[in-house]
């Protein structure tokens, strides 16, 4: 194509200069348009660069808008003002400098950031498959669709958010698909550092980070998840939370109501290849996490003589391809003894524990190694057991594919440790003891996200 321009400009300058007899004057012409049209073609290829870099589907990626591409230059109009081909190429030019403009203009205007769209669409599915010996000896093995997780996230203006997640576990919830979470947020943290928000979420108590397919022993304490009114703030790299909900436990004989509280705050950094995160969270009321509350259901139906708030705490440091991570969850007070019982008194449970992961590049792809220690006090009653050691690794196979490996060694309660508020499978209230030994268990998983 080039070269037909090149002959194209020739014959053009050949025919305009046609009435000029000295063929000294001619020659100069002709080389000085033969450069010229060496320095067009420059220009063409820095074009085809620009926009081989800047494409519809990029732009797309950006703006999250449909994109109307301009009319060929051979549609355009041919007047005096664009019929010399360098005018036409400084058109170009201005055509895509306008829409590198208005791309920048959109990536700032975007509320999520740089390449994001107006609604974002995202997704997990985890398969595992495992073997384990237990406390009792019995080996079980399974192959499950561990967790299958979709997520909306729109942003209707830049000072509004609404983010809904839908979660189906297998074995859970009745084998149901859930709403894992609902909120709307209202504020903008790049224009103001405070936002506000309301629906069904998990609330800021705890942190519960892993790089393991188990989940922390943390997590099986603590985590709560109800619907909460919260204000967040960041400022300066410290950020914090406030919160009020309803929980489900409640205190006896008072009223179902707004009760339950809680706050966090922390400070994250970055200091070149070194980044931390270290936080605090308090909880009016333990009671109503997860694996309490479940608990509380059944043994005193959901009602409680008084609240015991929770604490925990984190710490996250990473440098270079080492990271480390600590966490502690635990009750403040004990329990009474009909609440949640440990060896003939109220139970005070609490867990902790501590993980380390190194990043290395295995056979050309990211890989991640990691091993941790989860430990638990009080805590027979809820079904947890004392220790855990972990050894994991997780490798990315391809893009947003990781394969994943994990040994899990965990030892029960001693044998002369015992509960009376101990749950069997039907959810009825029994006795029960520690038997002093261990399991083991072996699990791959594969997981896809989008």
Same mark, same amino acid.
């Given at each position: 194509?080039?070269?037909?321009?090149?002959?194209?400009?020739?014959?053009?300058? /050949?025919?305009?200069?046609?009435?000029?007899?000295?063929?000294?004057?001619?020659?100069?012409?002709?080389?000085?348009?033969?450069?010229?049209?060496?320095?067009? =073609?420059?220009?063409?290829?820095? /074009?085809?660069?620009?926009?081989?870099?800047?494409?519809?589907?990029?732009? +797309?990626?950006?703006?999250?808008?449909?994109?109307?591409?301009?009319?060929?230059?051979?549609?355009?109009?041919?007047?005096?003002?664009?019929?010399?081909?360098?005018?036409?190429?400084?058109?170009?030019?201005?055509?895509?400098?306008?829409?590198?403009?208005?791309?920048?203009?959109?990536?700032?205007?975007?509320?999520?950031?740089?390449?994001? +769209?107006?609604?974002?669409?995202?997704?997990?599915?985890?398969?595992?498959?495992?073997?384990?010996?237990?406390?009792?000896?019995?080996?079980?093995?399974?192959?499950?669709?561990?967790?299958?997780?979709?997520?909306?996230?729109?942003?209707?203006?830049?000072?509004?958010?609404?983010?809904?997640?839908?979660? @189906?576990?297998?074995?859970?919830?009745?084998?149901?698909?859930?709403?894992?979470?609902?909120?709307?947020?209202?504020?903008?943290?790049?224009?103001?550092?405070?936002?506000?928000?309301?629906?069904?979420?998990?609330?800021?108590?705890?942190? @519960?980070?892993?790089?393991?397919?188990?989940?922390?022993?943390?997590?099986?304490?603590?985590?709560?998840?109800?619907?909460?009114?919260?204000?967040?703030? =960041?400022?300066?790299?410290? &950020?914090?939370?406030?919160?009020?909900?309803?929980?489900?436990?409640?205190?006896?004989?008072?009223?179902?109501?707004?009760?339950? &509280?809680?706050?966090?705050?922390?400070?994250?950094?970055?200091?070149?290849?070194?980044? &931390?995160?270290?936080?605090?969270?308090?909880?009016?009321?333990?009671?109503?996490?997860?694996?309490?509350?479940?608990?509380?259901?059944?043994?005193?139906?959901?009602?409680?003589?008084? &609240?015991?708030?929770?604490?925990?705490?984190?710490?996250?440091?990473?440098?270079?391809?080492?990271?480390?991570?600590?966490?502690?969850?635990?009750?403040?007070?004990?329990?009474?003894?009909?609440?949640?019982?440990?060896?003939?008194?109220?139970?005070?449970?609490?867990?902790?524990?501590?993980?380390?992961? @190194?990043?290395?590049? /295995?056979?050309?792809?990211?890989? /991640?190694?990691?091993?941790? @220690?989860?430990?638990?006090?009080?805590?027979? $009653?809820?079904?947890?057991?004392?220790?855990?050691?972990?050894?994991?690794?997780?490798?990315?196979?391809?893009?947003?594919?990781?394969?994943?490996?994990?040994? $899990?060694?965990?030892?029960?309660?001693?044998?002369?440790?015992?509960?009376?508020?101990?749950?069997?499978?039907?959810?009825?209230?029994?006795? +029960?003891?520690?038997?002093?030994?261990?399991?083991?268990?072996?699990?791959?998983?594969?997981?896809?996200?989008?």
């Amino acid at each position: 194509m080039r070269k037909a321009i090149s002959l194209a400009l020739m014959a053009l300058v /050949l025919s305009s200069t046609a009435w000029a007899a000295d063929n000294i004057t001619l020659e100069k012409q002709i080389q000085e348009l033969i450069q010229q049209n060496k320095l067009l =073609q420059e220009r063409i290829v820095n /074009l085809e660069k620009i926009v081989g870099t800047v494409g519809v589907g990029e732009i +797309c990626k950006i703006t999250g808008k449909a994109v109307q591409p301009e009319k060929d230059l051979a549609q355009q109009p041919s007047g005096a003002a664009v019929d010399s081909i360098t005018e036409r190429l400084r058109q170009v030019e201005r055509v895509i400098e306008k829409s590198k403009t208005d791309i920048l203009k959109d990536e700032v205007e975007s509320p999520l950031g740089p390449g994001k +769209c107006r609604a974002q669409l995202g997704g997990l599915i985890e398969l595992e498959a495992f073997s384990r010996d237990d406390f009792d000896k019995s080996e079980t093995s399974d192959i499950s669709l561990s967790t299958v997780q979709f997520s909306l996230d729109a942003y209707p203006t830049d000072w509004s958010h609404g983010r809904l997640v839908f979660l @189906y576990e297998e074995g859970e919830g009745d084998d149901h698909v859930l709403v894992d979470e609902g909120t709307v947020t209202l504020g903008n943290m790049d224009t103001f550092p405070a936002t506000v928000t309301v629906g069904k979420k998990y609330l800021p108590f705890g942190s @519960y980070l892993t790089s393991t397919i188990s989940d922390p022993l943390t997590l099986d304490l603590g985590e709560t998840s109800d619907s909460v009114l919260q204000a967040d703030i =960041q400022f300066l790299g410290f &950020y914090g939370s406030a919160y009020l909900f309803n929980g489900d436990i409640s205190e006896r004989g008072e009223d179902d109501k707004i009760d339950a &509280y809680g706050a966090a705050l922390g400070l994250a950094n970055v200091i070149e290849d070194f980044s &931390y995160d270290i936080g605090v969270e308090w909880i009016s009321n333990i009671g109503d996490s997860d694996g309490i509350g479940d608990h509380l259901s059944d043994t005193v139906n959901g009602e409680v003589e008084d &609240y015991v708030d929770g604490f925990s705490a984190h710490l996250l440091m990473a440098y270079g391809p080492v990271n480390f991570f600590a966490e502690y969850v635990g009750a403040r007070q004990s329990f009474k003894t009909s609440e949640l019982e440990f060896r003939g008194r109220g139970a005070k449970p609490e867990a902790w524990g501590l993980e380390m992961g @190194y990043n290395i590049t /295995l056979l050309n792809r990211e890989a /991640l190694f990691s091993v941790g @220690y989860h430990r638990t006090e009080e805590s027979l $009653a809820l079904g947890l057991p004392e220790e855990r050691y972990l050894v994991a690794m997780s490798l990315g196979i391809f893009d947003n594919t990781t394969l994943s490996f994990e040994w $899990a060694h965990d030892e029960d309660y001693d044998d002369g440790d015992f509960s009376a508020t101990c749950l069997d499978d039907d959810g009825a209230i029994i006795n +029960c003891t520690g038997s002093d030994s261990d399991a083991e268990t072996v699990t791959m998983q594969i997981a896809v996200e989008f």
